[in-house]
């Protein structure tokens, strides 16, 4: 069973400096596709960043950065230069093959990011 | 674009009564699907469209139905409600399920209370 799991329910960070955001997952699938979602106080999903099981280097999307780690079966997010419309919630999902022909996204439970001034 | 729109935004039901949320999408994506998101659970998936014409159970599809109307609607239906569906209510489409790198745009969601 395909399972994403965040442990930082609450983080804050200062204006203009890098955060890390955990996430780690679980898949005996070797093909695999892990997003990163934030979700403002408005509400709406906005999609941040996505690395495949087999991309050779870690994907970036302007600030944002996903720290893939595979052997260690974790994928953070990293953003840097913190501004203050980052404060969110910050999902990470994952898609893999079990979950019937990559299907279905699982999602963690998210973390709450506040920016600081 | 409008991307993916639901109605209503806000809805209290009480319990037993039914009710319809509606969902649309003008990005021409084949595939479709409803999540509900409850504090500290993130979003589980209640049901999804692969494609038009068909639709499949998600982890939490108990208490809800839904139809895929045509490629741009699917709508999800409560037939009695329960407290326990007090939730938001989510919307998405893809464009192409089966593909690992699909991305999911989201709908702006419902917020449902069961009374």
């Known amino acids: 069973a395909q399972k994403i799991t965040q442990t930082q329910p609450g983080m804050f960070v200062q204006e203009k400096e890098a955060v890390t955001l955990d996430c780690t997952y679980d898949t005996s699938d070797p093909s695999y596709g892990l997003f990163w979602y934030k979700q403002p106080s408005s509400g709406e999903m906005i999609f941040l960043i996505y690395q495949g099981s087999y991309d050779q280097q870690n994907a970036t999307e302007g600030r944002y950065s996903l720290n893939f780690q595979k052997a260690r079966k974790s994928a953070n997010l990293v953003i840097s230069a913190s501004q203050l419309g980052d404060s969110a919630m910050y999902f990470c999902a994952m898609r893999d093959a079990n979950s019937g022909g990559y299907q279905k996204v699982t999602f963690g439970t998210g973390t709450k990011l506040q920016v600081i001034p | 674009n409008a991307g993916v729109t639901q109605t209503p935004k806000f809805q209290v039901l009480k319990t037993g009564q039914s009710m319809t949320l509606q969902c649309a999408q003008d990005?021409?994506?084949?595939?479709m699907y409803w999540y509900r998101q409850d504090p500290g659970m993130g979003l589980r998936l209640i049901y999804y469209?692969?494609?038009?014409?068909?639709?499949d159970k998600g982890e939490v599809p108990n208490g809800y139905n839904v139809s895929r109307l045509n490629k741009r609607e699917f709508s999800l239906r409560l037939e009695s409600a329960a407290p326990s569906q007090t939730s938001v209510y989510f919307c998405?489409?893809?464009?192409?399920?089966?593909?690992?790198?699909?991305?999911?745009?989201f709908g702006p969601g419902t917020r449902l209370t069961v009374t």
């Open positions: 990005m021409n994506h084949n595939s």
């Open positions: 998405a489409s893809s464009e192409a399920m089966g593909h690992l790198g699909d991305e999911q745009y």
């Open positions: 469209s692969a494609s038009e014409g068909t639709t």
